[in-house]
């Protein structure tokens, strides 16, 4: 029987964005894979993991699948997982294939591997997210230079040199890396995700019952969080007023640049700042706001967007081409450097009722061409090529 490992570390977080991506390659490829022997590995150790009583019931319910084994490699830093524990173990398990799903590649193995990677922004802002702090401690400033070269060795050695294949989410994404790493596109395959769980087109409420404007916390660059606050804080007073902005997934950090925003503005009593939400209510969130703000810079694929789609809410978005490749013809876009374009078409589905209406069926219609069952037929095609 042959043997497939797949980086299931994310299976121990939170789940949203990518560990959500994880958790469903997990749960459905085995059961359509009968013939070959699953392993999951994860790190129950790592420090950023979900609480244990959250990611247990994932866990035993992928080891009830017949061919499923989860295997714990445990280590305190990811580098060492990668470097040295994940090719001890693929040497010693004797694994014919390794998934890593998560933008990573095992740089020190020869089994053959598939990478999914689902943009390339780590590397394009790593200057942005990743610098070198100019003051701190020597240590400090260390761990940052060492994670860059990380980084830089992950992408431009691993991703475009060691993996057998690449998967990826958007047909912007694989133009990308092309373009970065100089990649043939055709080594590159496109398998776009499907909707998340618990987003159930049954909480979808009507305009009568919808009030406000949802934006989420991120505050990576790429994020552009500063231009969904300026638009938010340019409606007139009274607008505000009747529709408060709520920011879930706020970080809390003493130097956020979404706190700084909402103070240059003046708009405090106007927004609602939430930290990490469940999934079940970041849903409602979605179905019951009026509008909300996704303006990034970039993204690789946006799961947030296909969630307000599938929900039915206007989205207001930049020009980014992922995002208007998810959208496709639903919604007009903002240039990503214009806050004064975001701002009108943010007012104007705050406040036209026909156009709300009107925007919401098609964003309901769009989100259809979205599922899990044609992305893990593909994942499937990808595996099955290499065995």
């Not at 958007?170 to 092309?178: L, M, Q």
């Not at 590159?188 to 769980?197: A, K, Q």
């Not at 019951?288 to 206007?314: D, I, K, N, Y």
Request: aromatic share 8%; glycine share 4%.
């Amino acid at each position: 029987m042959k043997k497939i490992a797949i980086d299931a570390r994310f299976l121990t977080r939170k789940q949203r964005g990518m560990p959500a991506y994880v958790s469903k390659l997990c749960s459905m490829i085995p059961k359509q894979m009968p013939d070959v022997k699953f392993y999951l590995l994860i790190n129950k150790t790592y420090e950023h993991n979900d609480n244990e009583e959250n990611y247990n019931p994932r866990l035993e319910a992928l080891s009830s699948i017949g061919n499923v084994v989860i295997q714990n490699i445990e280590s305190d830093g990811e580098q060492l997982w990668e470097l040295y524990k994940l090719p001890r173990f693929l040497r010693k398990a004797r694994i014919d294939v390794l998934h890593m799903p998560t933008n990573r590649v095992c740089m020190l193995t020869s089994k053959k591997q598939i990478t999914t990677v689902h943009d390339c922004m780590e590397l394009k802002y790593i200057k942005k997210n990743h610098g070198i702090p100019k003051t701190g401690s020597l240590k400090k400033k260390f761990y940052h230079w060492r994670k860059q070269v990380y980084i830089k060795l992950n992408y431009r050695y691993g991703v475009a040199r060691k993996a057998n294949r690449i998967i990826t989410v958007s047909h912007h994404s694989r133009e990308s890396i092309s373009d970065l790493l100089k990649v043939k596109a055709s080594h590159i395959t496109v398998c776009r995700h499907g909707m998340p769980d618990g987003y159930d087109a049954n909480t979808r409420k009507p305009l009568a019952l919808r009030n406000g404007v949802l934006m989420l916390g991120g505050e990576s660059f790429q994020k552009n969080c500063e231009a969904s606050v300026a638009a938010y804080a340019q409606l007139d007073e009274s607008t505000r007023q009747t529709h408060k902005l709520t920011i879930c997934g706020f970080t809390q950090q003493q130097d956020s640049l979404i706190l700084r925003t909402i103070k240059r503005y003046g708009i405090e009593d106007d927004v609602e700042l939430l930290g990490w939400v469940s999934t079940e209510k970041l849903a409602s969130y979605f179905s019951s706001c009026r509008a909300f703000l996704f303006v990034s810079r970039e993204e690789g694929f946006g799961f947030p967007l296909l969630q307000a789609l599938h929900l039915g809410t206007p989205t207001v978005i930049s020009d980014a081409d992922v995002l208007t490749e998810v959208a496709g013809d639903t919604y007009p876009c903002a240039p990503v450097d214009c806050v004064n374009s975001m701002s009108e078409l943010l007012r104007a589905y705050l406040n036209d009722d026909g156009l709300w209406k009107k925007i919401s069926a098609q964003s309901i219609d769009a989100s259809q061409r979205f599922s899990w069952n044609e992305s893990i037929k593909t994942h499937i095609e990808v595996y099955r090529s290499l065995l």
